[in-house]
Antibody, heavy 117, light 108 residues
Framework: EVLLVESGGGLVHPGGSLRLSCEAS????????MSWVRQAPGKGLEWVAT????????YYVDSVRGRFTISSDDAKNSLYLQMNSLTVEDTAIYYC??????????WGQGTLVTVSS | DIQMTQSPSSLSASIGDGVTITCRAS??????VNWYQQRPGKAPKLLIY???TLQSGVPSRFSGSGSGTDFTLTISSLQPEDFATYYC??????????FGQGTKLEIK
């Protein structure tokens, strides 16, 4: 079974940091570009970041560039999102997703990040 | 940046009805549009990619069409499990993406 499982969410103060993880199983992780997509409470979907299969290229939405870093570890079949200088606007459910045919074909269940004082 | 505008924002329909959701891109994006369904409390699910290709396992009552700037998602005969929120997403500017704001489909 193809599966993505996120972890690492929680409550953090404004200005703080958090590292999200996403473990893949049931497919060859190294074949696919991977992304993070977030959803603020009661709001729509927002693409956050994408990484090439080999980790050589990373792309970010303007609002997180310079604060967030996407990375991957093929040996652990895992995707990461290091989030620094968090603001209340970063409060959201964060989903990892694998890209196939230029679409987000497989999604994890999401992990909630709450930024609050 | 490419903007994706969905209409309507919400829609009420009955079991068995057919419905159409529209998505308009701010520039020509050929057929680089995907559609997702999200049920409450769940992760999104890919329904259609490349404007009209049905994802494996998705019922045939779902269909997509369009090219250029105007795209539609049609559900031919609504089932109880279809009441959800639907999003379009452009992949023309890959590997950077944008979603529409969503269309909430509710039971009348």
């Amino acid at each position: 079974e193809v599966l993505l499982v996120e972890s690492g969410g929680g409550l953090v103060h404004p200005g703080g940091s958090l590292r999200l993880s996403c473990e893949a199983s049931g497919f060859d992780f190294t074949w696919y570009w991977m992304s993070w997509v977030r959803q603020a409470p009661g709001k729509g979907l927002e693409w956050v970041a994408t990484i090439r299969q080999d980790g050589s290229e990373q792309y970010y939405v303007d609002s997180v560039r310079g604060r967030f870093t996407i990375s991957s570890d093929d040996a652990k079949n895992s995707l990461y999102l290091q989030m620094n200088s968090l603001t209340v606007e970063d409060t959201a459910i964060y989903y990892c997703a694998s890209l196939r045919f230029e679409a987000f074909a497989v999604w994890g269940q999401g992990t909630l990040v709450t930024v609050s004082s | 940046d490419i903007q994706m505008t969905q209409s309507p924002s919400s829609l009420s329909a009955s079991i068995g009805d057919g419905v159409t959701i529209t998505c308009r891109a701010s520039q020509n994006i050929a057929t680089y549009v995907n559609w997702y369904q999200q049920r409450p409390g769940k992760a999104p699910k890919l329904l259609i990619y490349s404007a009209s290709t049905l994802q494996s396992g998705v019922p045939s009552r779902f269909s997509g069409s369009g090219s250029g700037t105007d795209f539609t998602l049609t559900i031919s005969s609504l089932q109880p499990e279809d009441f959800a929120t639907y999003y379009c997403q452009q992949s023309y500017s890959t590997p950077m993406y944008t979603f529409g704001q969503g269309t909430k489909l509710e039971i009348k």
